[in-house]
């Protein structure tokens, strides 16, 4: 039979729903509250926490479809996907799960009930082959007992009983976490099994592995020992598209009717020139795991899930321009890739929009990128030393290029070229120390803090201190006497100084006490530490020394406004905008906010004028600002908005406003919202694909930043002598005047140069058989030139034009002569006998010669040397 891959999806979980499965939804492919995970790459991934029996199951037995990822860590197919039949980057998993219930054999019987009983997949059994771990005779004992005699041939022990982990027929879900023997079914396409080779190259080579069942008895720490598991469950995972395969028969998944469809479409809609086949698996591949992620809300950036995607979307562009495809396209297969996914696109239909919007700003901007760097590239490629591509020019490629290393690396292996590593990373590292010691001249980091060396910070209610000094560091060295006017690196005890984190600048203020003072410029966090940078302004200071620290309080005081802002802003943008809005940076100092966030248009006016009314709105509301200390799960069901989650701790520290905002900060806030003042928003500007940024000001920046543009807008009433009622209707009238008057100077300007035009073409001699015009220009119609070179030389016969043009610090002659003289005269020798013994430079055709330079004395000789010329023609 011939089944639908939307079919086999609801056969799976409609068979183990008739064996007392409880079908459950996929996970979305963002792991939540695991560290471990870039992406799911798993159907068991969400039971991970059942299997370690940190909690209790609902349902003894599961199964699911679930969309996974294969991008990176453990398990990456990312540079498999094109060149092998069955590697995807994005692909569906079909799973069953017992949490403590069923035995291993009842497992195994499940799965070849599905696979070989007439009623359901009905497949040969002769064509299944069957793997089983050396150390697992259970397991095997099963099989034999089901295939019987007859097939047990199609038993395959592999696997080694030596570091068992690392070898085959032992899953793993990542270095750490729960794992155990596996046994895997294979569906063999070729007709008979070559005895000559050997079973793992017969199994890469002949067959497909469609079946994973696993059988979860361990937990692997860091340290690779295996720890039993308290109960025993199993885990199977079957990759949709390649049972589809098998049941649609054909001999790749890239051959399945989801995939056909997406294929057909690029065939259809672009114009391909290079019919590489590896490059139309990667763009049909690609198209699948850019939108579920970007469905997902996750948008290309230069980090983690961000850079994974931006790694993918890069990749298949370079295949589109593989394939000749010129212009922008892989957004375009957005909406096919959808009707592909028939039953499982629900998220894509909400988001498709965004999909495409986020790919092509993406593709837009790389566009560019990728034509320059694989033309630099190329040239490079072309003069090869050693096969070799140089390291200078992968850093080129990539710092003045912004072209990609990984893609620069898949390049050269596509074409079987070694790469420059060694060389690449000493550009690297050379550059690095390049803007280290810019950064050095400046503040004096302290490189190498003992751990032992540890401060607290207790600056979120108080400014002031009294602390010790316990570590000293000035021009790169621990020391213990810092002296005025050191500049030097302090470490104190306890400090109120806050350190740059969370978006906030550090703190400024001073460290003193009886002997000297320092001035702190600025503060940061390094290692378990918070370090004073700044200058000993008077006396002297000492390691142990008691001093007292103390905080700039209205510096602080600003930079708290524009930190509780900032909340207010992400609460309201969420509000005004959609919820769907998240940070994706932030920058906090005395004088301003800047907040970036996943949104891919202009907001408009009105929009930010709403912005701005609410965040004024919860000021005027003099709002509690309150925080709470709690476990990061408790926060997460409280539903507080996190920016980089995997950067807490379990204990974190929860920022409420009212119920207006919840969000993870360690920054400092004001107490009440009252004290932010007043809120301005002064900027709202595209930063990268899909990320915008606002700027605003608080308090008194934002009354100062209104007056300065009521000022403005006095000075342009003065100057359009107008009033408020009447400025835009002034500046238009003014604007409406202008482009009359430019009119009216454009038809007089034109007239003038006809004018000039008629006195030059009176200035026209005749000598001899020839008509010779010899004109000197100034600025003033120097324009003219050009216009009269073309329009007398086509319709004066017999016409030799030489021109000069002389300004305070330039001089050029340019020579022409019309069509019909030129087999008897030579513009370019004309030139050369009036540039004689002068030091101007040129060149040109028969027809028409030019130069300059930049002795403007030359023109005595040059009018000399005319004036000669014309005699030795008169004479002619
Ligand atoms: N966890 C196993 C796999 O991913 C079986 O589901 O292959």
């Known amino acids: 039979m011939n089944f639908k891959t939307n079919e086999i999806r609801h056969i799976f979980l409609d068979f183990f729903k008739n064996k007392n499965h409880e079908i459950i939804s996929g996970n979305n492919i963002i792991p939540k509250n695991d560290d471990t995970l870039l992406f799911i790459n798993a159907g068991m991934n969400q039971f991970k926490n059942i299997f370690l029996g940190k909690e209790k199951p609902v349902f003894k037995r599961i199964t699911t479809l679930q969309n996974c990822l294969r991008t990176g860590g453990k398990h990456n197919d990312f540079n498999h996907v094109g060149y092998t039949n069955y590697h995807h980057t994005f692909f ?71 570091n068992i982990y690392e ?32 079973p793992s190259v017969f199994l890469k080579k002949k067959c497909v592995e469609i079946w994973n069942i696993v059988f979860m008895q361990f937990y692997k720490n860091k340290n690779n020992t295996l720890n039993p598991l308290t109960s025993f469950s199993i885990d199977t995972g079957m990759g949709l598209e390649r049972i589809s395969s098998v049941l649609q028969k054909v001999k790749s998944s890239y051959e399945i009717d989801i995939f056909k469809e997406i294929i057909n479409e690029i065939y259809n809609t672009f114009t391909i020139k290079n019919n590489n086949q590896t490059s139309i698996k990667i763009i049909a591949d690609h198209i699948r795991s850019a939108s579920f992620i970007i469905a997902n809300g996750v948008l290309p950036s230069n980090e983690g899930r961000g850079y994974v995607v931006r790694r993918i979307i890069r990749r298949a562009l370079r295949h589109g321009h593989i394939l000749g495809i010129k212009d922008l396209f892989f957004y375009k297969i957005v909406p096919v890739l959808i009707r592909s996914m028939q039953g499982n696109n629900k998220i894509l239909i909400n988001k498709q929009k965004e999909i495409e919007k986020t790919i092509y700003e993406e593709e837009k901007q790389f566009f560019i990128t990728l034509e320059n760097g694989i033309k630099v590239l190329n040239k490079a490629l072309n003069k090869l030393k050693n096969n070799t591509l140089n390291g200078a020019i992968i850093f080129q490629l990539y710092d003045t ?246 950067k807490y701790s379990n204990q974190v520290r929860v920022l409420s406003i009212g119920s207006y905002s919840k969000e993870l900060c360690g920054g400092t806030h004001v107490l009440r919202t009252g004290e932010i003042g007043y809120f ?62 430019e009119k009216k100077l454009q038809y007089l300007n034109k ?75 030579n513009a370019l020798t004309i030139f050369k006998k009036i540039i004689c013994d002068t030091t101007i430079k040129g060149g040109g055709s028969k027809k028409i010669a030019c130069g300059g330079g930049k002795n403007t004395k030359d023109i005595k000789k040059v009018l000399f040397n005319i004036q000669q010329w014309k005699e030795k023609i008169i004479k002619e």
């Open 401 to 646: 290029f912004g072209f990609p290393v990984d893609l620069t690396e898949e390049i050269c292996k596509e074409k079987k070229i070694k790469i420059d590593h060694e060389g690449f990373i000493q550009c690297m590292n050379l550059q690095k120390s390049r803007s280290k010691k810019f950064k050095k001249n400046y503040f004096t980091n302290i490189e190498n803090i003992p751990p032992v060396i540890k401060s607290k910070f207790i600056g979120y209610n108080n400014l002031s201190t009294n602390s010790k000094i316990i570590y000293i560091s000035s021009q790169g060295k621990q020391k213990k006497t810092i002296t005025s006017p050191d500049h030097a690196s302090i470490i104190l005890n306890q400090t109120t100084f806050f350190g740059e984190s969370s978006g906030q600048i550090g703190d400024k203020g001073t460290i003193y006490n009886k002997t000297g003072i320092f001035e702190v410029y600025t503060t940061t966090k390094q290692l378990y530490s918070i370090v004073h940078f700044g200058k000993i302004i008077k006396g002297h200071l000492n390691t142990d020394d008691n001093v007292i620290a103390k905080v700039h309080c209205k510096t602080r005081r600003k930079i708290q406004a524009n930190h509780s802002a900032t909340h207010l802003l992400h609460s309201s943008l969420r509000y005004i905008i959609n919820d769907q809005i998240f940070q994706k940076g932030s920058f906090i100092d005395q004088d301003h906010l800047r907040f970036d966030f996943n949104y891919y248009k202009k907001i408009s006016l009105k929009k930010i004028f709403n912005i701005e009314k609410l965040v004024n709105k919860y000021i005027q509301k003099n709002i509690l600002v309150e925080e709470t200390f709690m476990e990061l799960k408790q926060a997460k069901k409280l539903g507080v908005l996190s920016l980089f989650e995997s």
């Open 92 to 162: 569906e998993m079909l799973g069953n799960f017992s949490f403590n219930d069923y035995s291993k054999e009842e497992a195994i019987l499940f799965a070849w009930e599905l696979m070989t009983n007439k009623k359901w997949f009905n497949i040969d059994p002769q064509k299944l082959w069957i793997t089983v771990h050396v150390g697992d005779v259970e397991t095997y004992q099963i099989w034999k007992k089901i295939l019987n005699n007859k097939l047990k041939n199609n038993i395959f022990f592999l696997g080694s009983n030596n």
């Open 751 to 825: 007239k003038n140069e006809l004018t000039i035009y008629k006195d030059i073409v009176n200035e026209i001699k005749k000598i001899g058989k020839y008509k010779i015009l010899i004109k000197n220009f100034t600025d003033k119609d120097i324009l003219l030139k050009n216009q009269l070179i073309q329009s007398l030389r086509n319709i004066k016969n017999n016409f030799i034009m030489i021109f000069t043009y002389l300004n305070q610090n330039k001089l050029s002659i340019t020579v022409t002569i019309s069509n019909n003289l030129l087999d008897q005269q």
């Open 167 to 198: 070898n085959e027929n032992f899953w793993q879900m990542g270095e750490i976490g729960p794992c155990g023997f596996c046994t895997e079914i294979f569906y063999q396409h070729t007709k008979n099994h070559d005895s000559n080779i050997s």
């Open 680 to 741: 301005k928003i002064i900027a709202e500007q595209n930063v990268s694909s899909g990320i915008r940024r606002i700027e605003a000001v608080t308090g008194d920046a934002a009354i100062q930043y209104n007056q300065k543009q009521e000022s403005m807008i006095q000075e342009i009433k003065t100057i359009f002598c107008t009033n408020t009622e009447n400025i835009i209707k002034n500046i238009k009238s003014v604007l409406n005047n202008n482009a009359i008057l």
